[in-house]
């Protein structure tokens, strides 16, 4: 069955970094668009970054351009989220995403904590 297994997540001051990692199996990864969603107590769960295939068609949200990157191992089926510059109001628990290029079913991991606090 689809999985999708993040970690990565914890506490780290403002101004820190860490990389989230979500583990995908079940499907063939290739064939989906890998994406990072978080959602902050008492609000919507929004977007943060998607990737395509082979790096193609990265978008970002505007809070987190220019900080965040996503990226994606086709040969561990993984895909990450390197967070740098890490702000209070990034904290959120956070979670993978897996949408088919072709159904355009979506899969979602079980999220993981980020707090970013001094």
């Known amino acids: 069955q689809v999985q999708l297994v993040e970690s990565g997540g914890g506490l780290v001051q403002p101004g820190g970094s860490l990389r989230l990692s979500c583990a995908a199996s079940?499907?063939?990864?290739?064939?989906?668009?890998m994406s990072w969603y978080r959602q902050a107590p008492g609000k919507e769960r929004e977007f943060v970054a998607t990737m395509t295939t082979a790096g193609r068609g990265t978008k970002y949200a505007d809070s987190v351009k220019g900080r965040f990157t996503i990226s994606r191992d086709s040969a561990k089926n993984t895909v990450y989220l390197q967070m740098n510059s890490l702000k209070p109001a990034d904290t959120a628990v956070y979670y993978c995403n897996a949408r088919s290029l072709v159904t355009w079913v979506d899969y979602w991991g079980q999220g993981t904590q980020v707090t970013v606090s001094s």
């Open positions: 079940g499907f063939t990864f290739s064939t989906y668009a």
